[in-house]
């Protein structure tokens, strides 16, 4: 037994995806591509000092904090209540799946304080559920378990989900700009940002490679009509310097292969491609 367990989760960058609802969450999701970051989140959880000095909506990110809805959704399936705090470099609502980090992260070390006995499909499952329920991501709680750069191929949690991947791991670059509500995209009616994932998916699986995962999300971007100015520009000084750039879904962020952002001028942060998934510490 123990009083605390800190898990790793990658931050995760989706070039494109398309949105699949269902009934039941465990097989909503959503197809695409994307790439996993070493730069991701440490997800530390406790047991409460006394049986009431926490509750499910204790939740910390960076010492603040927060309502993070996912978090407190796994928390209640597994039956338990923590103090759940996160630390991470990666901003808050800007396209990096910090909310779906935080919930696996949370799956994986109340796991092991609480000794629930889950498997890491179960509790991957778990993270993906509470996402969806929570209207904060489709995705990425199955990319970030896997790691990698992975291809979404069908939608839902481990059982109904397949993923497979770009057997790749380049560096990473990336700038952001602000914040995008994925509540508020997922919400709306998704028929034209889906038509242009699907093709987009169909593109990577006849050639899967990094140049066409990030044409194809540049191609994605374009037509799903999420592109903002600043992205636009960045994009296309990114590509005059000779590199490979794309948004990151959602959030107006643009992510580059290599040095792509820095040769175009840009003051961006640089990490890798995560080599394997989440994971406890």
């Given at each position: 037994?123990?009083?605390?367990?800190?898990?790793?989760?990658?931050?995760?960058?989706?070039?494109?995806?398309?949105?699949?609802?269902?009934?039941e969450p465990v097989q909503a999701g959503?197809?695409?591509?994307?790439?996993?970051?070493?730069?991701?989140?440490?997800?530390?959880?406790?047991?409460?000092?006394?049986?009431?000095?926490?509750?499910?909506?204790?939740?910390?990110?960076?010492?603040?904090?927060?309502?993070?809805?996912?978090?407190?959704?796994?928390?209640?399936?597994?039956?338990?209540?923590?103090?759940?705090?996160?630390?991470?470099?990666?901003?808050?609502?800007?396209?990096?799946?910090?909310?779906?980090?935080?919930?696996?992260?949370?799956?994986?070390?109340?796991?092991?304080v609480f000794e629930c006995g889950r498997?890491?499909?179960?509790?991957?499952?778990?993270?993906?559920?509470?996402?969806?329920?929570?209207?904060?991501?489709?995705?990425?709680?199955?990319?970030?378990?896997?790691?990698?750069?992975?291809?979404?191929?069908?939608?839902?949690?481990?059982?109904?989900?397949?993923?497979?991947?770009?057997?790749?791991?380049?560096?990473?670059?990336?700038?952001?700009?602000?914040?995008?509500?994925?509540?508020?995209?997922?919400?709306?009616?998704?028929?034209?940002?889906?038509?242009?994932?699907?093709?987009?998916?169909?593109?990577?699986?006849?050639?899967?490679?990094?140049?066409?995962?990030?044409?194809?999300?540049?191609?994605?971007?374009?037509?799903?009509?999420?592109?903002?100015?600043?992205?636009?520009?960045?994009?296309?000084?990114?590509?005059?310097?000779?590199?490979?750039?794309?948004?990151?879904?959602?959030?107006?962020?643009?992510?580059?292969?290599?040095?792509?952002?820095?040769?175009?001028?840009?003051?961006?942060?640089?990490?890798?491609?995560?080599?394997?998934?989440?994971?406890?510490?």
């Amino acid at each position: 037994m123990t009083d605390e367990a800190t898990a790793f989760v990658p931050g995760h960058v989706t070039g494109f995806f398309s949105a699949h609802p269902a009934d039941e969450p465990v097989q909503a999701g959503s197809r695409g591509a994307g790439v996993t970051l070493s730069d991701g989140v440490e997800v530390t959880i406790r047991r409460p000092e006394t049986p009431t000095a926490a509750t499910t909506q204790h939740v910390e990110l960076d010492g603040e904090t927060v309502e993070m809805p996912p978090v407190e959704c796994v928390l209640n399936a597994l039956g338990v209540d923590a103090r759940v705090s996160a630390e991470t470099s990666l901003p808050l609502g800007a396209g990096f799946g910090v909310s779906g980090a935080m919930a696996l992260g949370t799956a994986l070390a109340a796991n092991r304080v609480f000794e629930c006995g889950r498997s890491e499909n179960e509790l991957t499952a778990l993270a993906h559920i509470a996402e969806v329920q929570s209207g904060t991501g489709l995705g990425d709680v199955v990319a970030q378990a896997r790691g990698g750069v992975p291809i979404r191929l069908d939608p839902g949690a481990p059982g109904y989900g397949r993923l497979d991947g770009v057997p790749e791991r380049p560096t990473v670059e990336y700038v952001t700009f602000g914040e995008l509500s994925t509540e508020d995209v997922l919400s709306g009616d998704t028929t034209q940002l889906s038509a242009a994932g699907e093709d987009a998916l169909a593109r990577l699986v006849r050639e899967p490679t990094l140049t066409q995962l990030m044409y194809a999300s540049r191609r994605f971007a374009r037509e799903a009509g999420l592109l903002t100015d600043e992205v636009t520009e960045a994009i296309r000084a990114v590509s005059d310097a000779g590199g490979e750039a794309s948004m990151a879904m959602l959030g107006r962020t643009v992510f580059a292969l290599e040095t792509g952002l820095s040769d175009a001028g840009y003051d961006a942060v640089s990490c890798r491609t995560h080599p394997a998934g989440a994971t406890l510490r």
